[in-house]
């Protein structure tokens, strides 16, 4: 397998081994260890000395279901952390059947030309962009890059958000129909893309072969067994599927814990109306698809195709977090009008939660009210133009509530808080304040056992065993992010032995390794020690593992909850 | 003496006397003491949590030369960290006539009123201030208030910026002429003011006395000698009274260290058209003062009256830090443009470090060009606006250069970086990384031994030597700040032995004590460290007393240096 740095200073490529000490990695495993060994923690996030790293799972370019993920890594703009952004799409799979396991970007162009990177079985090109391609969205970027390098190849690009170098700048990558609608959404990475000039990759796999297998007919089995674990579970097997993430709306709502109106309450009265149920009831009537595969071999679909009230396409990977975001947060109970935000977002190229939290702010701050869908859309014309106005909400959450004078900034680590309220779900209040990551509901999802009842089940609104709940989660994600598979496999993992062991049976079986579920618990906190590492020397301290005062001031109704775990207990997640 | 504390939340006033533990505290040991005991380091800054602290030093209100200055403490909107922002002005005096050797502001009070405090011999008390001071800037808001308390009074205010709560507001301190043209600039305590909601702060020193001396006639030769050292040296007996702080221009110059065009380089090629001996020029011939006192009794007359070209009165305490940051730092060599610029900012209430770095940074990412001075004019009305471009600028440096995605942003810890370029002058260099007020070259300003030959002399293009003449200065600086005497004493200081001796006398009798230099270097200590504390708890490390890391990859010319002071080295600042 091979290791790829494009240094864009001297516009050269460099291809070679995978270096030793990261034989072993892939996905979040690679790029956590990458930016940590060679990234100055405290250099600027868009200056020459940031790196940017792509890197397929360790069983990506296999047959195993859902291993299509794709790990990002960085100095994020954003949050100054180091940063693993984790994206759907076809970019993995290709890239790992060409034989990439890490692609670098590495320094910065002089002059104002963007570049065009080309991946294909012969190598790795550098092209200066054509002109008429700046300045353009994700979605005409990629009709016009497909013109050009034919219809199937994959397109990793950046829209205005990240050309502007915007904190909240997205890296979009093409789904299984050419749509720019998976993204490394989270930590500005777009704009350390847009930083390095370059426009878009383009992975092209055509004559190359899925990797060869140490044991094929072990992988098979594995293979097959994994499937069976994923399709069992009534969430990744029937829900995901059914309504998408958006199966979600209700079921916060029910628990009190639906973020509504820039996390003033936790039930938001016409939750119904943006729900999963009702996409799907929309979706069905209007055509589109209510299930789709965000990358080959997906076998959840928990994706969609969202048409528009003519029955015209409008927006693909319609996500629970962005419904939420724009929705109950900002009291917008119109999912036509959220698809259209949506839209934005990939188009431009902005991370949907960020987008949709900062839209939150700016409601608090009274740029517009709550509830003024039309003021959404007119802000995101800001954003995409790039006026004072939309850079600065292009920049995201903290940015808007200091430059506003707001007090109630929904964010940790400079990152803006997903869609489960931490007083009333907990488990994922304590994942918010102490992964590396910044607020980031999947690097530790406790929604499982706190509302799931998946994995075991601790109450919600409690603050015993959220810590350990949240710490455990926080180890097998990162586990799962170095393989590529998606991190919705878990649900299975959670509440069916077979399915870890499967997974560890796939890698033995790829690799011709002997590994135990236990070698994976080590990689987890590996991965985690090496992303703490880096941002200790960024100068990041438990100061910054703690949540916004006012979510320990402010009761959440319904349930009258403040968040209460003990930041002595807090302090002690992630130190190995 | 009386602590006062005044509850914006119940509109309640508590007079007391001054806590056991800060009996001896004055200034800036007072205002650092109290803010590291009583405000969560991890609050915000705008929020009910913080606290604002208003002391006059151990030595004002008696008849020690200069000895006029005002602390303002609080966690800082613009750093996050611990702030002592020292003006000038009157109020000092007058409080310590009054009796108060601090005054706190507490939480927030329910509502959209704004406040007055009004502080005079019968107490203080809280008035909900008139509608139509609403919205005004700082000479406005004097020229109403003094109409109604009386043409004497002091007044401490906000202008717009601080409504606003922008992140670089500044606390205006009327001067002798009842000016607000001394301020609290630094880190945006006048956002703090303004999330409190008080618009001003009115003090009345009618019917008080000078404060009582336990040796009067100790006092008195302790006074007299000290007033000989100040009087006797070249810089605080000289330069400063004929040009002003401004006679700096030349002289960095000269030396290579005047930040020109966002610190592109260390000379300014019309500099002599802004320095202060064409300013002191302009002032004989268009009438105005060339030296002005900003508080009674201080002997060096730094400040000035500066009229506009008709002879009509424009500003006052135009200082070299304005001059230069609005000026080279912008390629601005017309000085009455600068002149309103400061204007602006005395009236508005926005720090003028902050805000001419800002434009700097802005000038850099090409909202307007370097040299516009119409154009940073237009900046400001947007600023007075609140626009959204404008409540952008007014939160300063750092924000401005991540919202528009600029890689050379002089700032350390969210602070823009003073007058003097730290690879040129690396002492000051070292000050910015290392003191905890983020870049502030008041803290240990090393330009004496660097540049003007005081207190020895240190090459100021080598690395050696500097983290000690830095960690001295500002363990002397804390101490002389506590004393409210003007840093400018330190000139003396540093080159007459008899002038610590006087300072050491004059507190010695004023209080009974029997206190050598050593108490005040371990004053000093004590100041920093407690300053230090907080911002530990605040989450601040070593990673945050660096400079941006273009000092240490661009040569600056014309020297060709770059900053190479060993990070191992300034590690070991302030750790007593």
């Known amino acids: 397998m091979k290791f790829v740095r494009v240094n864009m200073s001297i516009l050269d490529v460099n291809i070679g081994d995978v270096p030793q000490a990261y034989q072993a990695f892939g996905g979040r495993a690679m790029t956590s260890s990458f930016i940590n060994d060679e990234v100055k923690a405290t250099a600027h996030p868009l200056g020459k000395n940031n790196k940017l790293i792509f890197a397929p799972g360790l069983l ?24 693993e952004s984790n994206a759907g799409g076809t970019a993995a799979q290709k890239l790992a059947k060409l034989g990439i396991r890490g692609l670098v970007i590495e320094d910065i162009p002089a002059g104002d030309d963007f570049y065009v990177i080309v991946v294909n079985k012969d190598g790795v090109k550098i092209e200066v962009a054509d002109k008429e391609l700046i300045g353009l969205g994700n979605y005409e970027v990629g009709d016009k890059l497909r013109a050009k390098y034919g219809e199937k190849v994959t397109i990793v690009s950046i829209g205005q958000a990240g050309e502007f170098r915007m904190s909240a700048a997205s890296i979009a990558v093409s789904d299984t129909e050419g749509r720019p609608a998976r993204h490394a959404g989270r930590g500005g990475l777009g704009a ?31 293979s097959k067994k994994f499937s069976k674990a994923i399709l069992e579970h009534p969430v990744s097997g029937e829900a995901l599927r059914n309504y998408g993430t958006a199966v979600l ?40 698809k209510v299930s789709h595969a965000c990358h080959p071999g997906c076998i959840m679909g928990c994706s969609q195709i969202f048409n528009n009230a003519k029955g015209e396409y409008l927006t693909a990977g319609f996500e629970y977090e962005t419904i939420w975001a724009f929705g109950s947060n900002c009291e917008i109970d119109d999912l036509d009008a959220i ?55 292009g920049c995201g959450t903290e940015v808007v509530g200091q430059v506003y004078g707001v007090t109630r900034v929904p964010t940790v680590k400079r990152q803006g808080i997903p869609a489960y309220d931490p007083r009333a ?43 350990k709940l949240s710490q455990d989660l926080q180890i097998a994600t990162a586990a799962v992010d170095a393989t590529g598979l998606c991190l919705f496999v878990a649900f299975a993992v959670l509440d069916n032995a077979s ?23 080590e990689l987890g906190k590996a991965i985690l020690t090496a992303e703490k590492a880096f941002n200790d020397r960024a100068g990041f301290t438990k100061a910054h593992d703690r949540l916004p005062e006012f979510f320990q001031e402010e009761e959440l109704l319904p349930h009258g909850v403040k968040f209460d ?12």
Chains 1, 2 share one sequence.
């Open 60 to 83: 990506s370019g296999t047959r195993a279901p859902s291993s299509g993920r794709l790990s990002v890594g960085g100095l994020a703009p954003l949050t100054k952390t180091i940063k």
């Open 565 to 576: 775990v003990s930041e002595e207990e807090m302090d002690t997640v992630n130190r190995f």
């Open 339 to 393: 698809a259209e935000m949506d839209r934005y977002c990939d188009d431009i190229g902005v991370d949907t939660i960020e987008m949709g939290v900062t839209m939150g702010v700016a409601m608090e701050a009274n740029i517009i009210p709550f509830g003024d869908k039309e003021g959404v859309l007119r802000l995101f014309e800001d954003i995409k133009q790039g006026t004072p106005l939309g850079r600065l909400l």
């Open 425 to 467: 779900v907990k488990g994922v209040g304590v994942t918010y304040a102490t992964t590396p990551m910044g607020a980031d509901h999947t690097a530790g999802y406790s929604v499982t056992a706190n509302i799931l009842k998946v994995g075991g089940e601790i109450d919600p609104l409690k603050a015993d065993n959220q810590v």
């Open 249 to 288: 709306v209700n079921i916060l709502n029910e628990a009190g814990g639906l973020p509504t109106r820039n996390f003033a309450t936790g039930r938001y009265d016409t939750a119904q109306k943006i729900s999963g149920e009702t996409m799907t009831d929309l979706i069905k009537e209007r055509g589109g």
């Open 499 to 521: 399915a870890l062991e499967a997974i560890v049976e796939m890698l033995n079986a790829q690799y011709g390794l002997s590994l135990t579920g236990d070698d994976v618990t």
């Open 192 to 222: 350390v893309m847009g930083s390095k000039k370059i426009k878009a990759m383009i992975i092209d796999d055509a004559g190359t072969e899925e990797l060869p297998l140490a044991d094929p007919e072990a992988f098979k089995t594995a």
